[in-house]
């Protein structure tokens, strides 16, 4: 799988060392050749000096042969730009862009581009820890509905069941790890200390299981 990435900041370099690490064939680019020395003597992919949008740059990183790309620079504006022509023009099979401004986000997330918004992820994780101390939530899916939140057994949870924390369209397992293993649920399953509840549950779920987990 051949990936380009567009900026090689903290996020970028990061990124770029994380995909070449899992034998993947990674290209960078970036304006600033100073840059790709955050990638390190260990970074076995290519670096290609230019602007992330300039045709004749993203042809010199292989663009007609890309199965991703991610643009990551600084910019807003450049990374839309760069996301668009990978998508549109090349036909970039995978494009995803970092987004600052959640508002921009949703809209290029309509033209078919994936986005990142630093900004709603530290928004949402944020408000998760401060009000939902007792769970550690995952994802959360659309609008915030629902979420997918990990819960410990502790001495309130241990020894309980499925049927006593599952709500109809509220709260529902979807698996659990114990010593390491994750499984599927069944109805005989029994709760222990350390158990790790996967769950999925809505807004109300949430503020459910965070009370019982306190008790």
Request: positive net charge.
């Amino acid at each position: 799988m051949k990936i380009i990435i567009v900026g090689c900041g903290r996020v970028g370099a990061g990124l770029a060392k994380n995909l070449s690490l899992q034998g993947l064939d990674v290209t960078v680019i970036d304006k600033n050749k100073s840059a790709f020395d955050a990638l390190g003597s260990s970074f076995k992919g290519k670096t290609v000096e230019g602007i992330g949008f300039d045709q004749r740059v993203l042809s010199k990183a292989g663009i007609e042969k890309a199965d991703a790309l991610a643009a990551v620079t600084a910019s807003d504006e450049a990374n839309i730009v760069a996301a668009r022509m990978a998508r549109s023009f090349y036909k970039v099979p995978f494009v995803a862009a970092r987004v600052y401004e959640p508002q921009k986000a949703k809209i290029y997330r309509r033209l078919g581009i994936q986005t990142i918004s630093p900004v709603t992820l530290g928004i949402e994780r944020l408000t998760n820890i401060l009000v939902y101390p007792n769970l550690n939530v995952e994802r959360t899916l659309g609008a915030g509905q629902v979420s997918l939140v990990d819960v410990e057994v502790g001495q309130t949870l241990s020894t309980k069941r499925l049927k006593d924390i599952e709500i109809p369209g509220e709260i529902q397992l979807v698996a659990l790890t114990r010593n390491g293993r994750t499984s599927l649920p069944n109805d005989a399953l029994v709760f222990q200390n350390g158990d790790i509840l996967h769950l999925s549950a809505t807004s109300s779920g949430r503020n459910k299981v965070n009370q019982l987990s306190k008790r």
